[in-house]
């Protein structure tokens, strides 16, 4: 890669979590606090709502199915509203959730508050990717991958991976050729309050950079509705 080349994938970079940041502190706060909330929302609003909790049920079955929840240290890396973060620190994991968006913390921290008696096994952080460290046995990102490119993509997997030291749990939204052509023609994120670019990523590419990483994928899911489309991979550190 060339000076130029480098300097313009850092400066997309920026821009990208800028656009983010943005967006999740000001309407698009507003937006997905009541699609990830129970109160009325419109009905593409309720289908994605529908599409996301299906995808947080399907991670949460398959760590509850292993048994060994309580005490498992786990990096919910994107937690938003607390989603996923809440029900783990429920189950006895210990929780650390960060997400780029300060609202989407302030949330998390209020809803955890009315449910955790105890949320001593949950930390809450204002934190974007790049600037998450520490060892968890298992490291969870959901949905976030739809807001970078496949370079930005490619490095954060990279970081997740070298903080996870047993398993990585991944979401994005595949690349297909119905779902680039809903994008192309306006339908994949409807509403007047869409703000972040839409990125779509082919599951072969981040098959690949899961392996580049030392990972080898042991369990998937799809999420399909309407308005909400979600792969979901579950990889684990191979020995050796």
């Not at 990208?16 to 507003?30: H, I, L, P, Q, S």
């Amino acid at each position: 890669m060339s000076v130029l080349e480098n300097q313009t994938a850092i400066q997309n970079t920026v821009d990208d979590k800028t656009v983010v940041r943005e967006y999740f502190n000001a309407t698009g706060f507003e937006r997905w606090q009541r699609i990830y909330g129970d109160g009325e929302v419109n009905k593409v609003q309720l289908d994605i709502r529908t599409g996301h909790q299906q995808t947080v049920d399907t991670v949460l079955e398959w760590l509850q199915a292993d048994g060994n929840l309580v005490g498992l240290t786990i990096a919910d890396a994107g937690c938003g509203v607390g989603s996923l973060s809440i029900p783990l620190a429920q189950a006895g994991a210990k929780v650390d959730g960060s997400d780029i968006s300060e609202k989407m913390v302030e949330e998390a921290k209020s809803r955890a508050g009315e449910v955790l008696a105890n949320a001593s096994n949950l930390s809450l952080a204002v934190q974007d990717l790049e600037s998450l460290s520490g060892k968890y046995h298992t490291v969870i990102c959901l949905d976030v991958l739809i807001h970078y490119p496949q370079e930005q993509a490619e490095q954060m997997i990279a970081h997740l991976s070298s903080l996870a030291e047993s398993r990585l749990i991944l979401s994005f939204a595949p690349k297909t050729c119905t779902l680039s052509l809903l994008k192309k023609i306006g339908s994949f994120f409807p509403g007047p309050s869409k703000a972040t670019r839409a990125y779509l990523h082919r599951e072969a590419d981040i098959v690949k950079m899961l392996a580049n990483n030392g990972f080898e994928v042991q369990r998937e899911a799809m999420t399909r509705t309407r308005f909400y489309f979600s792969r979901l991979l579950e990889a684990t550190r191979t020995v050796g």
